[in-house]
């Protein structure tokens, strides 16, 4: 009489143990899957910060690029001014210089010739000898 239930109580528990490897067994499956698709998220993930890293880097090298080409742009443009300005004001020196020196010469031939044409005689010699050049060139 015993015998039955003891088959029945040993036969529940080879169920329960079997269903309990048998969950095991899925578990672990699900585990290894997991694990798997947890690597290939891991490896997206570090993918997708090297390229995020890698924009980054081209971002700061193409600002830096322009930045310098920029700011050779803008000496370079400072320095043609410059230069304009120092051809300018060589020029207005140049023409101011030469205006100075005209008026010199003008004023120093005009006491020359006071002093040389002082008198009648001298003025009428001079002007015959200017004649006499102007003839023979």
Known sequence: MAWPAII????DRENTITDSLATAQR????????????????????EERAQMLKEAR????RIVSE????????????????????NAQKMAALTEVKNQV????????????RKELGNKDAQE???KGLVDEVKLN
Do not use: F, W
């Open 27 to 46: 578990v672990k499956e699900e585990m290894a899957l997991m694990k798997s698709e947890n690597e290939t998220l891991l490896a997206k993930a570090r």
């Open 102 to 113: 005209g008026k010199l010469v003008i004023e120093v031939s005009e006491k020359v010739l």
């Open 8 to 11: 029945k109580g040993l036969r």
């Open 67 to 86: 930045a310098k080409e920029q700011a050779k742009a803008e000496a370079n443009k400072i320095v043609i001014e410059a230069q304009a300005a120092i």
């Open 58 to 61: 081209d971002t700061k090298d």
């Open 125 to 127: 010699a001079h002007i």
